[in-house]
Structure formats: structure tokens, C-alpha cells
């Protein structure tokens, strides 16, 4: 199929597309053989279950609006405010993307007048109202969360209720959230909880076509839960996150089919030199003075691992959540999906190949078990939904406190030993010494004094009971409960050499180290993200800058970053040139070095549309930035907009390549004893807590 003429297509994204080539008979093929793997992988829900959320999103509508004009009347308003009170439900997330499937929960926002408060009002009020309806099960609140949510089961749907406060004394049916004026003098939770709705439209309008985008979030989705990298709470990417991504590629790609569209993905992603930002759109400063994301202006923003913005107003980056551990393990199994989507391209491999479980029980030698504990179904409901949103703290807390020396790898599941009698369940992490550095022989890591914190920030839970416990202990591989198993049979390991996860028949797939990636140490020995670059060049990067954000913006004129940057001489008086000194040989790889490796512009922090229509352009006048690459084979003016610095990071909290000469071995231990007087939080039993020890030996 002939590509469409780029001039007559419009623009999608902050820069032009890397290939406008449509797909070949080969590529349709490839589709329908990737749709009929998902609809066997059971991703569609039938009509009824679609006609039963329908129903039930009405039920909640009604629910709300019961509530709040309750709540207008306990407040002593008069009959005519009583009668005008009006609450409205909206969706986000999977089901509002079009992408949901069977049994997945609805994502939904409340939106309710101003005399309707949060935490007096909805987690107190509509709480005890939803506990008392027979219909309503598992209700869970999670007032402390980033965005305050309200979980429970209406008629058997799962539902995540989110809550926004506006300004307004009367809520009109036909309210429009896309309007900036809507978060107009709204607090921060709000903000966030409305953002949900408004990001997931502007995806929507942001993706050249909306079908092939839900076929190919569709399949991502299921990659990532099987390859354990779908989950926000614990450091990984949740849904939004993986929506982003890939309206990215589908900019890029614009005429590409699902089954392009997924190979491109890792492509792209095997590639992307984080923390360069993943953008759909420009970043606008709006005119409510909302903060914005921008490493500029925000220190803290500089130290975003995995930067994914969002593209409504206030542009926020959508995966903080993200650590250098979870970066590293994430890196890998974009490297392991893009090894195997060529196999599928070469006929090696069918599409089943990408969706294997990955191993993790299989991946380490060491492990965390955090066991956990409750009186009832409903108090181990709320106790393990508290302590999965505090992992992701354990493992930074770990990082933190072995200078970077440690690597966690959380797993984003629970698993239950139904051979036990009582409300159980447990999580697990994978441990690792950081590979690819020097090493001091006889070198430990005591820990206990990182999980006792843990156990602290735990014991903060506002809904703690007696009966909720928490154990944390140090297996080794061979030491995993059974039960974590298929069937809880433990399956043979595979010969020593072979590599930790399958592939298929004539594909080398790398497995130098079962999570890490590359890392580089400039010439002070401070290693960061930039790939290389010392501490001079990344604080000469934002001299850079700050030197765009100087720069004029020149519409008609196309320009992009390249992989490969050099300042030139002329940067003493004003011009930086960025020339991109690939060559046209290999120009695939190339043009993604292009796309992935650019540099921050202050030009995508424009408040008027000019970059939406034009793309990232520049004069050449003096003081202005020329950006420019050579001819490739696919047409490409693109930038992958991003810092190339994150300041306040030492080289201990960073990833490292495999130094297959040494070996790792971790005593098990006891880490969590017994609890005085019967609080997590309380003294532990010191006997119970001996030394963690990460042995350092070479096996040589």
C-alpha cells in the first residue's frame, strides 16, 4: 500500500512522523493473525458484560447524585438548593480509552459542588452511604493515595471513584472538563482527578487513527501484565502511561497497522535515551498559573527517571512512580520484546512468542518475601492494597540506603498459599548487587535498619487494626514457596548456559544479565542517564538550554535533533549548532537515534499552537538555535524532546551492565520479628533480625 503524501496529512505530535509508509499485503497479514491472538487471549468482553457496565455507570450517576443533595440538605441549605444539587459521573482510564476487557474495574471521577468536601464528605459521608447498599462490595478507601480513590464492587463491577470539588455551587448536566476554566481556583486533588478525563480525550484527539491505537494498546497491555511491568503502585507504567507511549508511536508511524505499530514500539522504546520526555503534544504554560512539568524551572522534575507527560493542561509527567530499578528491569524487556517482534518479522516466531510469562522466580537468586496477614476478607482487602502502594518506598529505601549497591526488583503480584487456614497473601522482590562495578571483597549490606523503616511508614496506615500483620524475610531461589507455581508444581531450570526465558528456534536474544542495562561513567566518575556525558557536558547541556529557551521560534522552518549532537564554535556568540553526523548506511537505526536521542527545547513550552501545526522550528539568525540531520531513507524532521541531566543523582543510584565474574549470595534471614505490643510499628525482636550479608566473592 502506497504511503499518502506527507503534505496532505496533518500533523500528529510536537514534530513530524519517522515513516509515513503505509502497510505492505504482508503487514495486513500479520494483523489479522495479531487480532485473532488477542481475541483468543480473551481481551473482548461480550455485549452482556458491556450491557451490565452501562447499567451500572447509570446506577452510580444515581448514587451520587442522592449523595450529594443529602449532603446539601444535612448542611441546612434551603429546599430550592436541595433540589438543584447535582453531582456528575465521568470516565477515564481503559474504559473511556475504548481498550478495557472482562472483568476489569471502570476508572470514574465525581464531580460535585464546592460545599462538598473530600475528606469529610466523601471518604465519611458517600463511604458509610455505599457500606449500607447491599449491591456494594469490597469497598476500599484510599485516602492517602497520590489521587484519593474510593474502590468497591457495584453489581459485580469493579469501580475506582475518584472525586473533584469544584468551584461552582450547582453542577450542570452538560458540563464540559476539557475547558481550562474548569480547574479554576480547584485544589490539587482535583486537579489530578480531573486530569484523568481530560488526558485520556486529548490522547484520543492526539492519535492519527483511534482503531489501529486501541488494537495496538491492547496488545502492549497484555505484554507488559505477562512480562511484569504493568503496574503504577509499584514503580512500573500503569495504563495511562502505556496509553502515552503508544499514541507516541502511532505519531510517529501514522499510517502504520497494529502489527507495525507493535514491532515499531520496541523498536522505538529499545532505543529511547531516558530521561528524554515522551511528548504528544507542546507543553503550554496555560493562564491559570498552574505548575507545569519543566526540569527548567523545577529541580525536582530533574530527577524524573522515565519522564511521560501528559497532554492536558497542566502538563504533569505521568510516571514518577518510576525508579532506576524498575527503569532497568523495564529496559530489558523492551530490549527482550523488540529481539523477539524481528523474529516474528523474519517468520522465526509467531506472535505467542512476545506474550510468555516472564520468569521471575527463575531470574534471581535472591528474594524478598513480604508476608501479610488479616482477620477477614475485607480488612486483607485494605491492609494489601496499603502495603503494595508502600513497596515501591521499600525499594527506594534500599537503593538509597546501599548507596545504589542493591537492586530491587518488585514483582507487581500477590500470591496466596490456600493451603494455609486464615486471610494471607504475600509479595515478592528479586535482590541483586548492582553489576558492572568495582567491588570490595568481603562487602555487606545490613538492611534492617531500611525494612524497620519500611515497617514505620506501614504502621502509618489511618485503617490499621491489631489483627493486620506484616513479615518480611530473605529466600534464596531455591527456597520459593510452591504455591507461587502454576499448579504448585516448581518446574525444572533449564541447563546452566541456557538462557532465562525462552525464545524461539534460530533468535539470539541477550540475557547477559536477567534486568540490567548499559550504563556509562563519564571522566569525574559520575555516572546519570545521559549516556555517557560527564557532569561538564550535562551541566553544558542546560547552559543549552536555557540558550533555546532564548531562542526564537520561526514558523515554516523545519528542524529536528539528532542522535549524535556536537556544539559548534559558534556557541561562543550566541548560535548552537546540533548536526547530525549519522551516516546513511543503516539508516533505520538511525533515524530512531534521531528520534530518541534529541535534546530539551524551550520551544516545546509554547502557550500558542504554533508547535501543534509546525513542529519544532527554528531561524538561523544569530542567537537562535539551527538543529538539522542528514538526508535519511525515511523521511524524518523529529525531535524526542528531553534532559539530558538529572542533577542530585550519584553514580550508586543508577543501573550497570553484567560483570559475569562474580557471584551474589545472600544469607536468609528473619528481617521482621514479633511486634511489640502488637503493632507493626513497635519494636522488633532483635534476635530475630541478624545481619542481611551480600557476599561479593568472584567465582573464580
Known amino acids: 500500500m502506497a504511503s499518502a503524501p506527507t503534505g496532505m496529512q496533518r500533523q500528529f505530535g510536537v514534530t513530524e512522523p519517522i515513516s509515513t509508509a503505509g502497510p505492505t499485503e504482508l503487514d495486513l497479514a500479520r494483523t489479522r493473525e495479531l487480532e485473532k491472538f488477542l481475541l483468543s487471549a480473551g481481551l473482548y468482553e461480550s455485549q452482556e458484560e458491556s450491557t451490565l457496565r452501562e447499567e451500572v455507570l447509570g446506577r452510580l450517576d444515581q448514587i451520587a447524585k442522592v449523595w450529594v443533595k443529602r449532603t446539601c440538605q444535612n448542611k441546612g441549605f434551603s429546599d430550592q438548593m436541595v433540589e438543584e444539587a447535582n453531582a456528575k459521573i465521568f470516565t477515564f482510564g481503559s474504559y473511556r480509552l475504548g481498550v478495557h476487557g472482562p472483568g476489569v474495574d471502570i476508572d470514574t471521577l465525581c464531580v460535585g459542588p464546592h460545599y462538598v468536601s473530600r475528606e469529610e464528605d466523601f471518604f465519611l459521608g458517600l463511604h458509610d452511604m455505599l457500606a449500607e447498599m447491599p449491591e456494594v462490595t469490597e469497598l476500599q478507601p484510599v485516602p492517602d493515595a497520590h489521587v484519593p480513590v474510593m474502590r468497591f464492587k457495584l453489581q459485580g463491577i469493579s469501580i475506582d471513584l475518584l472525586y473533584a470539588r469544584l468551584t461552582l455551587w450547582v453542577i450542570p448536566e452538560d458540563l464540559d472538563i476539557s475547558e481550562e476554566s474548569i480547574l479554576c481556583n480547584v485544589d490539587e486533588q482535583s486537579v489530578r482527578s480531573l486530569n484523568g478525563c481530560r488526558v485520556i480525550d486529548q490522547i484520543l484527539r492526539l492519535v492519527p487513527n483511534i482503531k489501529h491505537f486501541r488494537t495496538t494498546l491492547r496488545c502492549l497491555k497484555l505484554w507488559a501484565k505477562r512480562r511484569g511491568v504493568y503496574s503504577n503502585v509499584t514503580g512500573f507504567l500503569g495504563g495511562v502511561n502505556w496509553a502515552l507511549l503508544v499514541a507516541r508511536v502511532c505519531q510517529l508511524y501514522p499510517n502504520a497497522v497494529p502489527s507495525m505499530l507493535v514491532s515499531r514500539f520496541f523498536r522505538v522504546y529499545t532505543q529511547w535515551r531516558w530521561p528524554n520526555p515522551v511528548m504528544l503534544c507542546a507543553i503550554e504554560e496555560g493562564t491559570l498559573g498552574l505548575p507545569v512539568w519543566d526540569p527548567r524551572k523545577n529541580p525536582r522534575d530533574r530527577t524524573h527517571l522515565m519522564p511521560i507527560i501528559t497532554p492536558a493542561y497542566p502538563c504533569m509527567n505521568s510516571s514518577y512512580n518510576v525508579s532506576s530499578s524498575t527503569l532497568r528491569v523495564m529496559t530489558e524487556q523492551f530490549q527482550h520484546g523488540n529481539e523477539i517482534c524481528t523474529a516474528v518479522e523474519m517468520n522465526k516466531a509467531d506472535w505467542s512468542s512476545i506474550f510468555e510469562v516472564y520468569p521471575f522466580f527463575d531470574s534471581y537468586r535472591n528474594y524478598l518475601q513480604i508476608d501479610i496477614s488479616a482477620a477477614d476478607e475485607d480488612d486483607l482487602r485494605t491492609w494489601k492494597g496499603w502495603v503494595e502502594s508502600r513497596l515501591r518506598q521499600l525499594t527506594l529505601k534500599i537503593e538509597r540506603d546501599t548507596y545504589g549497591m542493591l537492586q530491587c526488583h518488585p514483582y507487581p503480584h500477590e500470591f496466596s498459599d490456600s493451603s494455609k487456614q ?68 516448581r518446574p525444572a531450570r533449564p541447563p546452566r548456559g541456557l538462557g532465562k526465558s525462552s525464545s524461539p528456534p534460530g533468535v539470539k536474544v541477550s540475557h547477559s544479565s536477567p534486568n540490567t542495562v548499559p550504563i556509562n561513567t563519564g571522566e569525574d566518575g559520575m555516572e546519570d542517564f545521559t549516556h555517557g556525558k560527564t557532569k561538564r557536558q550535562t551541566e553544558k547541556t542546560l547552559d543549552i538550554m536555557d540558550r533555546y529557551k532564548r531562542a526564537a521560534i520561526s514558523p515554516g522552518e523545519c528542524c529536528s535533533v539528532s542522535g549524535s549532537a556536537s556544539v559548534s564554535s559558534r556557541e561562543e556568540s550566541g548560535d548552537i549548532e546540533l548536526a547530525n553526523t549519522l551516516s546513511t548506511s543503516g539508516a533505520g537505526d538511525s533515524v530512531l537515534k534521531s528520534v530518541t536521542s534529541g535534546q530539551f527545547d524551550s520551544s516545546i513550552m509554547q502557550a500558542g499552537n504554533s508547535c501543534r501545526k509546525t513542529g519544532l522550528v527554528h531561524s538561523t539568525g544569530n542567537g537562535r538555535v539551527l538543529i538539522c540531520h542528514s538526508g535519511l531513507k525515511e523521511d524524518i524532521v523529529d525531535v524526542s524532546p528531553g534532559i539530558s541531566e538529572v542533577s542530585g543523582r550519584t553514580a550508586n543510584s543508577q543501573t550497570g551492565n553484567l560483570h559475569s565474574g562474580f557471584m551474589e549470595e545472600l544469607e536468609p534471614t528473619v528481617m521482621l520479628g514479633t511486634t511489640v505490643p502488637g503493632h507493626p510499628g513497635g519494636q522488633t525482636d532483635k534476635a530475630r533480625k541478624p545481619l542481611i550479608r551480600l557476599s561479593l566473592a568472584s567465582t573464580a
Open 422 to 489: 486464615g486471610c494471607q497473601c504475600a509479595f515478592f522482590m528479586g535482590l541483586q548487587r548492582k553489576q558492572g562495578v568495582p567491588i570490595q571483597e568481603g562487602q555487606q549490606f545490613d538492611i534492617r535498619g531500611t525494612v524497620d523503616e519500611f515497617r514505620h511508614s506501614v504502621s502509618q496506615y489511618m485503617f490499621w487494626k491489631p489483627c493486620m500483620d506484616i513479615y518480611v524475610s530473605h529466600v534464596r531461589r531455591k527456597q520459593i514457596p510452591t504455591y507461587v507455581f502454576p499448579n504448585g508444581v
